[in-house]
């Protein structure tokens, strides 16, 4: 289809997947090896999104949209097959944002993949725009699952993964949950449900920052030792660094070679990581940073990007 024959919507999508295909050639090399350089710089790129969008609204969940930032950038721009253009592909992996406060992680994600225009990343929490506080897969392409109390996406990646298999479709099921989000009786039922039925279609990734919004995991509601839990309860598990590139990208072939059980990846990560005075800091799970604080981070970033060149 030619330009002048585009309607409006056609030209935007257009514009939109040109972005991201460039993101992505980035993050792809010609010998198939992992680019860890190209993906931190886009692991940047991301930060830089969820710090401007959260300033901009002066609302939202910096330190746990920064914790996850490498788990879900290696998802979108290296491992999941998708297509930003036909959102409803039957064929796609689906991920699934359980702990759905993080919705400025996916929101810029999927951004920079190609789903929406990186523009409207600044409408965050407006009146009206479609990127809400929390995620709506009825308005947002690339969504796949509404979210708002914890504790839920495990059990509804079940049911997408139960689907699959009765449909002989070969996708994949990621959901990222949280350490605190493990608190939820709801997650245990859904492990149990999960190894029951032998998902291995279906890989589970905790972002373990060990802090939730009244303080650390431990005091609130120890759940450790976190991964013979998971163990005992069936499961395939490993634990890496939440921030290794390296690490990521082999935890999640290992999963995906797993056979007849459902594999979790309890990946240790630090609260606000990349702005030096968000890091480890409970108040900043959901407090939006002032403009003085925004500037600060940004500088931060804008530092690790030159490094990176």
């Not at 910096?62 to 998708?82: M, Q, T």
């Not at 699934?96 to 920079?112: F, N, T």
């Not at 990646?157 to 689907?163: S, W």
Request: proline residues 5%.
């Amino acid at each position: 289809m030619s330009s002048e024959s585009e309607t409006p919507e056609q030209k935007t999508a257009s514009a939109v997947a040109n972005h991201a295909e460039s993101l992505v050639m980035q993050t792809a090399d010609s010998n198939g090896c992992p680019p860890f350089k190209e993906l931190k710089k886009a692991a940047v790129t991301v930060r830089r999104h969820i710090i401007k969008m959260i300033a901009e609204a002066e609302s939202g969940h910096p330190g746990g949209s920064l914790s996850a930032v490498e788990i879900v950038s290696s998802l979108y721009f290296k491992l999941l097959r998708h297509r930003p253009l036909d959102p409803a592909w039957p064929d796609r992996d689906r991920f699934i944002l359980s702990k759905g406060h993080a919705a400025p992680l996916l929101y810029a994600v999927l951004a920079e993949s190609g789903y929406l225009p990186v523009e409207e990343l600044a409408t965050l929490r407006r009146f009206g725009s479609r990127l809400q506080g929390h995620t709506d897969s009825t308005r947002v392409p690339g969504v796949e699952c509404s979210s708002g109390s914890l504790g839920q996406g495990l059990s509804f990646g079940i049911g997408i993964a139960l689907a699959g298999r009765l449909n002989r479709q070969d996708y994949r099921v990621f959901v990222l949950l949280g350490g605190g989000e493990c608190d939820e009786g709801q997650v245990w039922e859904a492990a149990m449900a999960a190894a029951h039925y032998k998902l291995d279609n279906l890989v589970g990734i905790i972002d373990h920052n060990e802090l939730q919004i009244d303080g650390p995991n431990r005091e609130i509601m120890n759940i450790e030792p976190l991964a013979d839990k998971w163990r005992a309860f069936g499961w395939e598990v490993q634990e890496i660094d939440g921030h290794d590139f390296a690490q990521i990208l082999d935890a999640f072939e290992t999963a995906g070679n797993t056979k007849g059980r459902p594999s979790m990846i309890i990946a240790r990560t630090v609260k606000g990581k990349g702005v030096s005075f968000m890091e480890n800091r409970v108040e900043f799970h959901g407090k939006a940073p002032t403009r003085d604080q925004a500037a600060q981070a940004l500088e931060e970033l804008d530092r690790e990007a030159k490094c990176l060149n």
